[in-house]
């Protein structure tokens, strides 16, 4: 089985200000870990993805994520923030012969002027 | 290329009413998911078309709900017998081809529907 835990379902900024969201799973498959990003009454759009190889993967619109296994985390990070970030964002896991998502319950960005 | 369309955008129904939602997936992707979102229970699985192989129904709710995808592209979610805990957005995605796990899943923009 696979789980995703969100800490915080609610994350406020400023803009220009670090955005850190912090995601950890639980899985007993070597994982695939996703984030994506749920602008208002539009669908999931894909941020980034860990599959294999290097643990530092690189997104789109300036977002990163490190895959720490020893912490069973992904947490999200862009070192500035924009007022355009503001979204929900949810981390995902899949694995081994699992094709299905697992999503953490989201995390609502607020960015503030 | 066009995305992962679905419809109706919104649904509005009276509890007990039956309803379809339709989704078209990317031209030539061969998988299809269904993933219902609600206030409650967040984004869960629903059910999974790969190909022509029988279809991965182990998140479906209860026997109320049904899928199926013709010719190996559209697919239509019914539910049977509406109840108020159906209100949810039902999003659809589809994915180039198996070995999905570590694919992109592409989603749609989700049909809302809310049982009266």
């Known amino acids: 089985a696979q789980s995703v835990t969100q800490l915080g379902s609610h994350v406020s900024v400023s803009e220009g200000a670090l955005v850190l969201l912090r995601c950890n799973y639980s899985s007993s498959v070597p994982p695939y870990l996703f984030w994506y990003v749920q602008y208002p009454n539009q669908g999931l759009q894909l941020l980034l993805k860990y599959t294999t190889g290097a643990t530092l993967v690189k997104g789109i619109n300036g977002f990163e994520a490190e895959f720490k296994k020893s912490e069973t985390s992904f947490h999200l990070t862009k070192p500035s923030a924009h007022m355009s970030d503001a979204a929900e964002y949810f981390c995902a896991v899949s694995g081994g012969s699992n094709y299905k998502l697992t999503f953490g319950k989201g995390t609502l960005l607020t960015v503030n002027p | ?116």
Do not use: M
Request: charge should be neutral.
């Open chain 2, 1 to 116: 290329g066009a995305g992962v369309s679905q419809s109706p955008s919104n649904k509005v129904t009276e509890k007990g009413k039956d309803v379809e939602l339709r989704c078209d997936p990317i031209s030539g992707h061969t998988a299809l998911y269904w993933y219902r979102q609600s206030l409650g229970q967040g984004l869960e699985f629903l059910i999974y078309f790969q190909g022509n192989s029988a279809p991965d129904k182990s998140g479906l709710p209860s026997d109320r709900f049904s899928a199926e995808r013709t010719g190996g592209s559209v697919s239509t979610l019914t539910i049977q017998r509406t109840q108020q805990e159906d209100s949810a957005v039902y999003l659809c995605a589809s994915t180039p081809s198996f070995g999905g796990t570590y694919n992109e899943q592409f989603f749609g923009p989700g049909t809302r529907l809310t049982v009266l």
